[in-house]
């Protein structure tokens, strides 16, 4: 088990799982999350066509080019093209005579509202209804609210000729970006979510599309509908409330002067907390962890259990404090205004390893210091493409020299490794003032202020004893 989960008896865990089989796959949305499946499938043998209603997603996936920064992902589209096994497209009819579809259209927070927006998922499932045969398998793989597999199955059931004998199971997908394929071909657990008479046949034929994994001995449960809906945003809201968990804690040392790194380092020694996702800093950020738990928040709520989720409300609140506390410490290492000062901030991706913008806290910290009358330079390794695309009001630079030239204050909100390779002595030459915060607790203290620089952490006592 990859992320070194503790697993205790699952009695419903089966066993007994079939042969690899090589199986006619169909994958709808090539994102973050479809395009790395499609791509996996096909390595694993399977013949799989994957369809997007973006023609410039298609074209580029269809050439080789992940339109995406996954690691080997470029590698992995290489090698499943060659054998002639993987094909993208934006026509439907391709999708006809394939064994088994796969939703993997994006979910997003609803404009305005707390509320996922599920349009793409039925209309998705309104496209594919119609080149459905007598026996196909739909599967979702997207988060939704609990509730939507009963209804994206009515909406395919009308709108294919096979009416009633399409069948669905909902298959929630655990990846992390930065280690997609990994998490793809060796998750931690697989979970089906199936209804009705097939359940049986259902649970056999994904048996056969990931019969490579589980035969590595991963665990596979079958449950509901509901129960696998809930499952995935259940995992996501307990992340999320354990990253807040520590991020709490990091106000409550900076209040007392005490070291929330150390802190967490403490408390993970005990097995039953552990040390992963206690990383303190700026929190979370990202297409999923935000909009999954205000979707979850608002979903209970239509179901009369709001009150089981209010602490959801908590763990978003303490996230986004994180963000104003990190300008607040920029404008005190400032001398207390950051109007015509310079910032340099290190990372635009919502996490390392990644060109992902969505609900950035680094662009989102950035845009708050530019609108608080700074001078802000962003640096990615990754990320700076898309940035430009999204947010072309903003400044950015190639190099961190250059995004670092005169700043007062340098802003390290990504923890990507070329951040932890930076050598301090050669880049205080560049600055104006040599002042760094780090919002993600992740550079050597001790290496920054022995070259002169003041250095300042979230969480943390100023100077850090470390
Ligand atoms: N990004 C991630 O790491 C993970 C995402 N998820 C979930 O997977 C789902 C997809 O997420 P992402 O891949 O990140 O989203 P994304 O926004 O990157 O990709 C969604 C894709 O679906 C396409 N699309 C939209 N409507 C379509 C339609 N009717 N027919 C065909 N294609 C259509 C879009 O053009 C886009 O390429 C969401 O529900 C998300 O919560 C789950 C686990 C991990
Ligand atoms: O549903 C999803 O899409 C996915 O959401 C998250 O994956 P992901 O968003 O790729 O990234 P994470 O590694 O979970 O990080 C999320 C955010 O939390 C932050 N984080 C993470 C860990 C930590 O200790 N502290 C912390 O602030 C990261 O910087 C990042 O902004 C989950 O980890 C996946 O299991 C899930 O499949």
Redesign the pocket.
Known sequence: MRRGATSAPRPAVATGYSRPVALRISV???????AVHAACMADLGHTVVA????PA?VEALAAGRAPIFEPGLDELLERALATGRLTFTSDYAAAAGADVHFI????PQRRGENAADTS?VF??AE?LAPHLGASTLVVG???VPVGTAARVLERLRRGAPAGDGVRLAWNP?????GF?IEDTVAPDRFVYGVDGDTADADVALLDQVYAAPLATGTPRLVTDFATAELVKVSANAFLATKISFINAMAEVCEAAGADVVALAEAIGHDDRIGHKFLGAGLGFGG??LPK?IRAFMARAGELGADQALTFLREVDAINLRRRSRMVDLARAECGGTLIGKKVAVLGAAFKPNSDDIRDSPALDVARAAHLAGATVTVHDPKALPVARRVHPDMSYADTIEAACEGADVVLHLTEWKDYRDIDPAALKAVVSSPHIIDGRNALDPARWRGAGWTYRALGRPHPVVA
């Open positions: 709808v949305g090539t994102g973050y999350l479809g369809i997007d209603v973006d997603k993997c259209v994006g979910t793409y209309a998705a496209s793989k997207s988060t997908e655990f990846l992390r970006e997609a297409g999923c999954d």
